[in-house]
């Protein structure tokens, strides 16, 4: 059966508009509850949400539909995606569930789900749930109706995990962070865990309002970033995004380093501290230079589909730790399972502190290809697959590039639009070939 509702990262679509409705998530709690009491007589899930004003409604409507399965809720309020997946390991949970839309505007909403490991679910796992929702819900009575708890100590519990993953010798104490949380889920947890890791914090993008969610703050819009480090004169700069999985980093000059090069910069200090490492996985964005770059250490870069998900599900068949993308999503196995932005920073900072080296310092032997991107909307009944003078064009870019860039193309999975994506080493090869390629296709 092929999946109706989940994508790779759960649910998620505009607030209002079907299926981001509360009838519709009262509907698919109902069903995930039946489904947990397969194998749980009384399962327990825990509900954490970003900042969004709707995660309210919608944080109702699931508690709602859970309890009418005879399924226990322990709320948790505004929560890091991360921090949930921590919560339901810890809490022993049977399932962990994140209302969130991550980097999209408050508009958006949606929701994803952690299993009781605080890995995502496995697509068996939903579509068996969809193939519930083609019915109509059960109730229980009112002797068998789940209940429901605010954990008044959640954000405090997930900074005394973030914290245990810095080394107890290092102390941040002398240096200036400045924290951009998106006026997302981690707009306490953020600023928190550096401060009592001894770091002078200015915060930035920790004020939500319900409204203001990822709006030109965090990690899809670093420029704020790049300019409180620079007004303030800071050590580093830390943006996440709206559930706080993502992170990119500023330095003192106000050069931003994205997921790329962080998880090159992972890879590279256990190579130094002596721990083998087979390989990493990275995804058909991940830059050329940082796979040239790893393969000087003798480590393989695996590549996925875009997307986390596939990046995990690669790690685990591996047995690698160390994974992640270009947006800033990282993987680091041993001390999360899913990916965490300020865990993440956390083993960032740690380098620099041990090795008293800046970030620019130790990145001087990874040189970053130029990406250009454009999005083509396609017209009606256009086969880019079998334009001839389109593929034509595609062989003869990948000729010309030969070792010294890529060429990449990928249909969007939602909307008729051609993703192409050139890698040089330099803008005007990159940006010329593009473009070739689109004027073809816009004939």
Known sequence: MKRKYFGTDGIRGTVGHFPITPDFFLKLANAMGHQLRMTEKRPLVVIGKDTRISGYMLESALEAGFNSAGVDVVLLGP???PGVAYLTKALRANLGVVISASHNPYEDNGVKFFNEHGTKLDDQWEVSVEQRLLSEPSWENSQTLGKAR????????????CKGTFSETLTLKGKKIVVDAAHGAAYIAAPQVFKELGAEVISIGCSPDGININLDVGATHPEALIQAVLLHNADFGVALDGDADRLLMVDHSGRLFNGDELLYLLAKDRVHQGNLISGVVGTQMTNKGVEEALKKLNIE?????VGDRYVLE????????LGGESSGHLLILDKHTTGDGLISCLQILQICLRSKQLLTELLQDVFLY???MINIKLKDGLDWQHHDAFQRECKAVQLKLGH??????????????LRIMVEARDLITAQSNVNQLAKILNQ
């Open 150 to 161: 605010r954990l008044d100590d959640a954000i405090g519990r997930y900074i005394e995990f």
């Open 79 to 81: 929560m890091p995606t």
């Open 301 to 305: 870069l695996i590549r996925t589909n």
């Open 370 to 372: 130029v990406q250009v």
């Open 404 to 417: 010294e860039g890529r060429l990449l193309i990928r249909p969007s999975g939602t909307e008729p639009v």
């Open 314 to 321: 690669k790690l685990i068949e591996n047995n690698w730790m």
